[in-house]
C-alpha cells in the first residue's frame, strides 16, 4: 500500500532524502528507543559542545514517518542547549513537518523520546543528574 498520500510533501522529502543520517562513533552520548508494537527502533547520538548540541546523527529502522522523525529532530536540535533540546515535544516535530497522520504520530513521539534519552545518558556520562 502507497502511504505516501497520508504524508506532507515535507515527511516525504525527509524521508528520501534524511538529514544528518549515520552513525556517530566519538559520539558524546546516544540514546536509543524502539516502539515493540510498529517494530520501529530509533537511536539518536549527540555530540556537545559549552552545553550545546554541536553534532547530532540519528540511525532509525522503521517507516517512512519514523525516519522523516528522526531526520526533523536533528535539524530542530543541532546548535540548542541540552536545556532546550529536551524541551522539543512530539507536537513541534510532526508541526515542523507539516503534520502526521494520527497512526503515525507515535513515531514523533519516539524521536523526542529518542533525544531525551541521549541528552539524560550524557549527563549520566559527566556524573550529573
Not at 510533501?9 to 546516544?30: C, I, L, Q, S, W
Not at 540511525?59 to 526533523?72: D, L, N
Amino acid at each position: 500500500m502507497l502511504m505516501s498520500g497520508m504524508y506532507s510533501e515535507k515527511v516525504m522529502e525527509h524521508f528520501r532524502n534524511p538529514k544528518n543520517m549515520g552513525e556517530m562513533k566519538d559520539a558524546d552520548a546516544m540514546g536509543t528507543v524502539g516502539n515493540p508494537v510498529c517494530g520501529d527502533l530509533m537511536t539518536i547520538y549527540i555530540k556537545v559542545k559549552n552545553n550545546r548540541i554541536n553534532d547530532i546523527k540519528f540511525k532509525t529502522f522503521g517507516c517512512a514517518a519514523a525516519i522523516a522523525t528522526s531526520s526533523m529532530i536533528t535539524e530542530i536540535a543541532k546548535g540548542k542547549t541540552l536545556d532546550e533540546a529536551t524541551k522539543i515535544t512530539r507536537d513541534d516535530v510532526a508541526n515542523e513537518l507539516n503534520g502526521l497522520p494520527p497512526i503515525k504520530m507515535h513515531c514523533s513521539n519516539l524521536a523526542a523520546d529518542a533525544l531525551k534519552e541521549a541528552v539524560k545518558n550524557y549527563y549520566k556520562n559527566k556524573g550529573k543528574k
